[in-house]
């Protein structure tokens, strides 16, 4: 399937500290798999999948952030047009988790304030040496009006779920018309990405 053939591109950013774990997760959403041998991001990662999503077929456009703090100001270029962010923090870090305030309005500021977001709490399988309770994390979000949902990008605990969660919410928006459907019509086909890869089955939602 081809950009072409979709009925939307919808990009989103994935932000959040350094070593949380947001490479790691993508490369589990993208390959189904567990990473070896992950490296820090230095500067932006640009990926793509395309997915069916409650009969609408999608290409994600997915840009993978360093979490350091010097990347920051090269980073911030790429939140231009996301419609949703994945902000990722570690459970077991809770200055991590402290950041993610900051997190939240770098990408109300840097992309729009209507910009869908889903806080992850990374690293699910590490519940022993947890710092930051399930409740903890869920009344935050509440209270800062985003989705939550824990993961591991180790065993791939709901990695699918979190980005279907955030996929879905930006579909219902379209639907209620809150955004304008021309701006995410795939407009061209695209040169095809290295890290870019396609349902090796034909959509059967
Ligand atoms: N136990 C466990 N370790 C994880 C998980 N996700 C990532 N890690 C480990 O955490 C470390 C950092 O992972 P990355 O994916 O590079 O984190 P990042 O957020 O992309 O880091 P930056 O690129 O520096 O921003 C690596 O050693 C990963 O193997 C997880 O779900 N569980
Ligand atoms: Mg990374």
Redesign the pocket.
Known sequence: MTEEQCDYVFKFI?I????????????HYIHGT??CN?????GVQFSAKIVCVNKKKIKMQLW?????ER?RSLTKGYYRGALGALI?F?I?NSDSFDALQDWIKHARDFSKPSIQIIIIG?????DKERSISEQTAKQFCQENDVQYIE?????G?QVNEAFTQITTKVLDLLQEGAIDENMIKPKFLTSKKSDETQPTQQCNC
Do not use: E, F, H, P
């Open positions: 994935i959040g500290n350094g070593n949380c774990g947001k490479t790691s997760l993508l490369y567990q990473i992950v490296r820090q991001t230095l993978d952030t360093a979490g350091q990347y990722v570690d077991t990374n690293k699910a399988d590490l993961t591991s990008a180790n065993t605990y």
